[in-house]
Antibody, heavy 121, light 107 residues
Framework: EVQVVESGGDLVQPGGSLRLSCAAS????????MSWVRQAPGKGLEWVAN????????YYVDSVKGRFTISRDNVNNSLYLQMNSLRVEDTAIYYC??????????????WGQGTPVTVSS | AVQMTQSPSSLSASVGDRVTITCRAS??????LGWYQQKPGQAPKVLIY???NLQSGVPSRFSGSGTGTDFTLTISSLQPEDFATYFC?????????FGQGTKVEVK
């Protein structure tokens, strides 16, 4: 079964750091772009970051540039999101998702169940 | 950044109704658009990719159309399991951006 499972969400104080993990199974992890997407409580979805199959390209939404780092370990089939200088507005459920590509168009499938991050004093 | 304007933000419908949701992009995005369904407490799942391609396993009552700036998700005959929130997502350029979502509620 193709699946991704996030972990690492927690309650953290503003200015703190957290590292999220995403364990992939059931597919050749090193052959896919991967993404992080978040959803603040009661709000819509926000794309956060993408990483290329070999980790050589990374893209971020402006609001996390310089604070968050996406990375991957293709040996251990894992995706990570290092989050530094956390702000209250980073509070959200963070989803890991595989990017499937069809003729240069991408879509997210599957998604994980999400891991909650709460930034509060 | 490409802005995705999704409408309506919510709608009330009955089982069997035809439902149409639209997304308008602030610039042309070819057909680089997907549609996702999210139910409460669950992760989203893809329904349509590349504007009009039905994801495997998704019922044929879902369809997508459009290119350039205007896109539509249609549910031909609403079923009880379709009451959910729907989002569009453009992957034309970075940052990828979602529409604000459309909540489909029971009338």
């Amino acid at each position: 079964e193709v699946q991704v499972v996030e972990s690492g969400g927690d309650l953290v104080q503003p200015g703190g750091s957290l590292r999220l993990s995403c364990a992939a199974s059931g597919f050749t992890f090193s052959s896919y772009w991967m993404s992080w997407v978040r959803q603040a409580p009661g709000k819509g979805l926000e794309w956060v970051a993408n990483i290329k199959e070999d980790g050589s390209e990374k893209y971020y939404v402006d609001s996390v540039k310089g604070r968050f780092t996406i990375s991957r370990d293709n040996v251990n089939n894992s995706l990570y999101l290092q989050m530094n200088s956390l702000r209250v507005e980073d509070t959200a459920i963070y989803y890991c998702a595989r990017n499937k590509a069809v003729a240069g168009r991408f879509y997210f499938d599957p998604w994980g169940q999400g891991t909650p991050v709460t930034v509060s004093s | 950044a490409v802005q995705m304007t999704q409408s309506p933000s919510s709608l009330s419908a009955s089982v069997g109704d035809r439902v149409t949701i639209t997304c308008r992009a602030s610039q042309g995005i070819r057909n680089d658009l997907g549609w996702y369904q999210q139910k409460p407490g669950q992760a989203p799942k893809v329904l349509i990719y590349a504007a009009s391609n039905l994801q495997s396993g998704v019922p044929s009552r879902f369809s997508g159309s459009g290119t350039g700036t205007d896109f539509t998700l249609t549910i031909s005959s609403l079923q009880p399991e379709d009451f959910a929130t729907y989002f569009c997502l453009q992957d034309y350029n970075y940052p990828w951006t979602f529409g604000q979502g459309t909540k489909v509620e029971v009338k």
